[in-house]
Structures are given as C-alpha cells and as structure tokens.
C-alpha cells in the first residue's frame, strides 16, 4: 500500500477564522514530496470593501490599504507555522472571494483545495445566496476538500 500523499501544492483560502485555521492544519499534514507548497490566499472581499466605503469609514483607497495591512499580518502567523520541507506561500488579492479562489488554483495549477466548509461570513451569507465552499465546489476545476469543524488538525 501506498502512504504517500498525492498532494504536493495545495491552495488554502483563509478568513482567519477556526474552520480556515483548521484547514491549514490539514493541509500541513497532507502535503508531500519535493518542494511542496501551501499557497494561503485572503480575498479582501470587493462587497465588504464597497460597503465600508458607502457607509464613509473611508475612502475607497484607504479601507483596501488597511485591510490588506491588516491580512498581511496576519498571514505571517500562517508563514510561520510552516513545517520543514513545506513551502508556504501567501497571497493577498481584491474581488469577489470565490472567482478569486478558482481563479488562484487555476493560475498556480494546485493539486487542490483545502477550506473549511464555514468561516467568519458564510454563517450568515450561506442563509441567502450559500457559502463561499459551496461555491468553489461547484465551479472548481480542480479537487475541493472540505472540511468540517471536526475534521480540523
């Protein structure tokens, strides 16, 4: 029988919350052989960005500085926790999180994607329009694993 994983890249879109940590978690342990990597993607949300905005808690330019200030921090904390032989890589981007999430896989040719199946906004977003996994589910072209909050570390 085989052991080895057949995950050398994965993808791993975060909103900081648990189910995203946990998802890091499993990625770490699901990556193998040469040069792995973990691409950790946060999506400044183009509609959280335009609502902040609206609502005049700053300018267009100024919420998207502050907001990528704010995930460039805390993608350090991910950057860090990297284990020996896994390359960890984060990326900061601007549009709607779930077109950004395929779009990523698909540039950096990911062998899939790992995310839990409810973060910080998809409790509530999911009760109207579905969450973010569900949206990358249907639309990726590559293998989505989703994970439960018990399927975390």
Same mark, same amino acid.
């Given at each position: 029988?085989?052991?080895?994983?057949?995950?050398?890249?994965?993808?791993?879109?975060?909103?900081?919350?648990?189910?995203?940590?946990?998802?890091?978690?499993?990625?770490?342990?699901?990556?193998?052989?040469?040069?792995?990597?973990?691409?950790?993607?946060?999506?400044?949300?183009?509609?959280?960005?335009?609502? !902040?905005?609206?609502?005049?808690? &700053?300018?267009? *330019?100024?919420?998207? @500085?502050? %907001?990528?200030?704010?995930?460039? #921090?805390?993608?350090?904390?991910?950057?860090?926790?990297?284990?020996?032989?896994?390359?960890?890589?984060?990326?900061?981007?601007?549009?709607?999180?779930?077109?950004?999430?395929?779009?990523?896989?698909?540039?950096?040719?990911?062998?899939? !994607?790992?995310?839990?199946?409810? &973060?910080?906004? *998809?409790?509530?977003? @999911?009760? %109207?329009?579905?969450?973010?996994? #569900?949206?990358?589910?249907?639309?990726?072209?590559?293998?989505?694993?989703?994970?439960?909050?018990?399927?975390?570390?």
């Amino acid at each position: 029988m085989n052991n080895k994983s057949p995950f050398n890249s994965l993808l791993v879109p975060t909103d900081f919350s648990d189910a995203s940590q946990g998802a890091f978690q499993w990625a770490l342990n699901a990556v193998d052989g040469n040069d792995s990597v973990i691409i950790v993607l946060h999506v400044l949300d183009e509609a959280l960005i335009e609502l !902040i905005a609206a609502h005049e808690f &700053g300018e267009h *330019d100024e919420v998207v @500085k502050r %907001l990528r200030k704010h995930a460039t #921090e805390r993608l350090a904390e991910f950057k860090s926790a990297g284990s020996v032989g896994v390359e960890i890589d984060v990326i900061v981007s601007e549009g709607l999180p779930f077109l950004e999430i395929i779009s990523k896989a698909e540039d950096f040719a990911v062998d899939a !994607i790992v995310m839990g199946k409810v &973060g910080m906004r *998809d409790r509530f977003e @999911k009760l %109207l329009f579905g969450s973010t996994a #569900e949206k990358v589910l249907r639309a990726s072209r590559c293998p989505v694993i989703a994970l439960a909050s018990s399927d975390r570390g």
